[in-house]
């Protein structure tokens, strides 16, 4: 087992919260992931709505780890698994979007460039940069997500979560203590929806924009691999990828892992690698950039997990 605590015994301190949503014990999460790759969760909880995730964090004692995946696209999930309970939120009480004026409302399970499409359709400015992100609204929560030149801390007015022990609370903006990637909003929470204000434009144009974005990043990145997208955060005042190409890094490979010929800022899955390869492959590329330049590269991509 990937922890002392079994499966079984988790969903038996579960079972007292007469939970709704899917609890699949042992379950594989190579396949919810970008990479492919990765162990099992212990346990995998989709819950039905809000008050089930709550139930359900509010059963778990303390020591039990709860982890939350979204679409998986900047997540490396280790091979050992994921201990304790995973949670993944999807199905239409996350993945609802409502606009009311300039203000959207979406699920955090609800994909970025579909933010970005509803808010062009509704004609709301300040949202196309989402086009760009492969993400869902909650990662872009936990990290302050953002592309050609907007980011959340933008956009957003106030977001909705479940802490730890079950209370649902709402988070102001300036409660989620954005930084560049990053929010220091508790890391215990689990995000549920967001509420985000746009400014009114013209759909025409916005959408051009979204059109813009997607062919810069069709040509620049390489979005048809098994890939996790930029994996090292740009260092104040420079540019990961031109780090990693100055230390000779592109192309670099590690087992069935590699760095980007196209874009050196991504690491592919060529073919049978393993999470290993991938995060062995990342912690090289740090090294070398470090010997080169100096630069103490901070990986974007986050990783959960154990080793095998």
């Known amino acids: 087992m990937i922890s002392q605590m079994t499966s079984h015994d988790i969903l038996s301190l579960l ?3 007469s939970l709704r949503g899917r609890l699949l014990p042992d379950h594989p999460l190579a396949d919810l992931t970008w990479f492919r790759v990765g162990g099992p969760a212990q346990v995998l909880f989709t819950p039905a709505d809000e008050q089930d995730l709550a139930a359900a ?7 039990v780890p709860v982890t939350v995946i979204g679409l998986g696209s900047n997540l490396i999930v280790r091979d050992g698994g994921v201990p304790g309970l995973v949670v993944r939120l999807g199905g239409r009480a996350f993945g609802e979007i409502a ?23 509704a004609g709301l400015d300040g949202l196309a940069f989402y ?27 106030e977001a909705r979560g479940v802490t730890r022990t079950g209370e649902i609370r709402v988070f102001a903006h300036a409660d989620m ?12 929470v689990i995000f549920t929806s967001a509420l985000f204000r746009g400014r009114p434009g013209d759909k025409a144009a916005i959408l051009a924009e979204m059109d813009r974005v997607t062919a ?30 100055a230390a000779g ?23 049978g690698a393993t999470a290993a390869d991938i995060e062995g492959l990342g912690e090289e590329v740090r090294a070398r950039v470090r010997a080169q330049s100096g630069v103490d590269l ?11």
Request: positive net charge; hydrophobic residues 40%.
């Open 249 to 271: 890094c592109r192309g670099l490979r590690r087992g069935g892992a590699q760095v980007s010929e196209m874009h050196c800022n991504f690491l592919i899955n060529t073919g």
């Open 298 to 308: 901070h990986w974007e991509i986050k990783r959960i997990g154990v080793p095998a």
């Open 131 to 157: 086009r760009g992100i492969p993400g869902s609204v909650g990662g872009a929560l936990r990290m302050n997500a953002g592309a050609h030149g907007g980011e959340t801390t933008d956009v957003l007015v």
């Open 177 to 188: 203590g954005f930084a560049y990637r990053h929010s220091g909003a508790p890391g215990d």
């Open 216 to 245: 810069a990043r069709e040509a620049a990145q390489p979005i048809r691999e098994r890939t996790g997208g930029s994996t090292f955060k740009n260092p104040e005042g420079g540019k990961a990828w031109q780090l990693v190409d």
């Open 99 to 121: 606009v009311d004026g300039e203000t959207i409302r979406a699920g955090t399970a609800v994909p970025d460039m579909r933010l970005a499409r509803a808010a062009a359709e």
């Open 57 to 63: 964090l509010a059963a778990l004692p303390a020591e």
């Open 15 to 17: 079972a007292p919260a």
